[in-house]
């Protein structure tokens, strides 16, 4: 204590913790702040109780100061979250059977190809194809034409091209040359051929059987390795020049353009052994010729009247063999149509053609009586 001023003084007490500030004669002690509120705390910076914010969906972000949810756990059915673009996406509706294709963008569905009958759709062409057809010859994919055939294989000379059962056919042997190798098949031509030239009497009378219109067995090569794979069977122009034709084979394409034969079939005339099999390297054609176009029209159209001819017999053996006089005068001229023979020289009836035949068999059976 002391006496100036005769007042009292004491030093300032401050509460424990606190201090006096002798700017403003107050105690003052550093104040402990408490946010009573659940999940806040203070903050200094704000100078107030704070709590971090709270999303119903997703999770804050400070950067944008908003909630973010992630698009993938809100994408309606049919769309699918995005990562890269954030984003829900769904590919465009398309019609029933077609889908879209994110390449093109643009909805796709298979194509139905409709191809006409015998052909097929080729993917690498976009077109329905067929495999070519060759009116001569066969197809060769490699060269994509069509192979005529001239004897020589189309997969290479070292394959011969031989003539079998009709038809041109690569080898994958070596050529052999067969020359007259081989059996025969069928008759001998023209063993069974009738002949009027028959035993006589004293008086030089026919005591054979006689033949009226008689014809004759004609054969010709149509193919085979004996003919060079050629055709002597075709037209007499064709053959003038082949050496490897016979002259009766000549003889017969000269009959054939007069339309003097009859044409029987074709037969395997030549075979050839080899081990346990035999092939065929030759086949001929069989005809029977007459020695007038009427004599093969009369017997085309009378030899159905009769009986007696059951058929022209075999390739292998026909039978072109003339009628008998008794068989001869049973066959009805009236049927018999010999338009062909007269053709455009002379314009005749069916009657005066009938009448005028009759005539010549009666000439003909006059002349026998005597």
């Not at 010859?137 to 091209?161: I, K, V």
Request: aromatic fraction near 10%; hydrophobic fraction near 25%; charged fraction near 20%.
């Amino acid at each position: 204590m002391t006496l100036a001023g005769s007042v009292c003084y004491v030093s300032v007490y401050c509460p424990t913790g606190g201090s006096l500030n002798t700017n403003t004669e107050l105690c003052e002690a550093a104040a402990t702040l408490t946010c009573f509120t659940e999940g806040y705390s203070y903050s200094g910076t704000f100078n107030k109780c704070v709590s971090a914010p709270i999303c119903d969906y997703g999770y804050f972000d400070w950067s944008i100061d908003l909630c973010r949810l992630s698009a993938s756990n809100i994408c309606p059915a049919t769309y699918s979250y995005n990562n890269d673009q954030n984003k829900c996406l769904s590919d465009p509706p398309c019609a029933p059977g077609a889908s879209y294709s994110t390449t093109l963008n643009q909805c796709t569905i298979a194509s139905v190809h409709d191809c006409p009958d015998n052909t097929s759709y080729s993917s690498l062409s976009r077109l329905c194809e067929v495999y070519p057809m060759c009116e001569i010859g066969a197809y060769n994919a490699d060269t994509n034409r069509c192979y005529e055939g001239d004897n020589t294989c189309p997969y290479g000379t070292q394959y011969p091209c031989l003539s079998y059962q009709g038809k041109n056919r690569c080898s994958a042997q070596e050529c052999m040359q067969y020359g007259s190798a081989g059996e025969d098949q069928g008759t001998p031509q023209g063993s069974n051929d009738k002949h009027d030239n028959g035993e006589t009497d004293e008086e030089g009378n026919c005591i054979d059987t006689i033949y009226i219109f008689n014809g004759h067995d004609r054969r010709c090569r149509s193919d085979g390795v004996t003919i060079g794979f050629q055709d002597c069977c075709a037209d007499e122009d064709y053959l003038f020049g082949l050496a490897q034709c016979r002259e009766e084979e000549k003889q017969l394409a000269h009959l054939k353009a007069r339309g003097m034969c009859h044409y029987i079939g074709e037969y395997c005339s030549k075979k050839l052994s080899l081990l346990f099999t035999e092939i065929c390297i030759e086949h001929s054609k069989t005809y029977c010729c007459f020695n007038s176009k009427m004599g093969r029209i009369i017997q085309e159209q009378g030899r159905p009247q009769l009986k007696t001819f059951e058929d022209w017999g075999q390739s292998e053996g026909p039978n072109c063999r003339g009628m008998k006089p008794e068989e001869f005068e049973m066959v009805d001229f009236s049927r018999i149509d010999l338009s062909e023979w007269y053709g455009d020289i002379v314009a005749k009836s069916q009657e005066e053609i009938s009448n005028s035949m009759q005539n010549k068999v009666q000439t003909f059976y006059d002349n026998l009586e005597h």
